[in-house]
């Protein structure tokens, strides 16, 4: 009986640490895939990559007239307070979240016309600076 509780335990902690987001540093690049979220050091601050919506970019394989664009939803999570941001690979501009900017630096994968996107399936290169 002893053991099994010792097991169940170890089994929560474990579950428990996995949830824990990845910390990482002002003015470096970090990757997430939709639905995840990493912690700033030092900081209570986590940035989450919702997912996208919308991607009209031209394929790699094809001539468009114009470039196309994609909306990247982010939130900036600061305990109870949770504010939503929407960047776009378009223009690559960056968002102002108090003395935080925002980048995004890639959308991974770049569309083919013969391989359709899943929404699991992108990645967000981010990078927050002060």
């Keep these: 009986m002893r053991l099994a ?3 169940g335990a170890l089994l929560v902690l474990t ?10 540093f002002i003015n470096q690049k ?3 895939a939709p639905g995840e ?3 700033l ?3 209570t601050t986590d940035i989450a990559f919702d997912g996208v919506e919308g991607d009209s970019r031209c394929p790699a394989d094809a001539i468009c007239i114009q470039g196309g664009d994609a909306l ?3 939130r900036v999570i600061e305990g109870s307070r949770k504010t939503s ?3 776009h690979p378009g ?5 102002a979240h108090d003395n935080l900017t925002i980048a995004l630096v890639e959308l991974a994968p770049y569309p083919f016309s013969t391989s359709p996107i899943t929404p699991g399936d992108y990645r967000a290169t981010l990078k927050v600076t002060e």
């Excluded at 579950?15 to 990482?24: F, I, L, N, S, Y």
């Excluded at 223009?91 to 968002?95: A, G, H």
């Design 15 to 24: 579950a428990c640490d996995e949830a824990t987001a990845p910390t990482v």
């Design 37 to 39: 979220q990493a912690r």
């Design 5 to 7: 509780l010792l097991f």
């Design 91 to 95: 223009d690559m501009k960056p968002v």
């Design 30 to 32: 970090f990757t997430l």
């Design 85 to 87: 941001y929407d960047l």
């Design 41 to 43: 050091a030092g900081t």
């Design 72 to 74: 990247v939803k982010i």
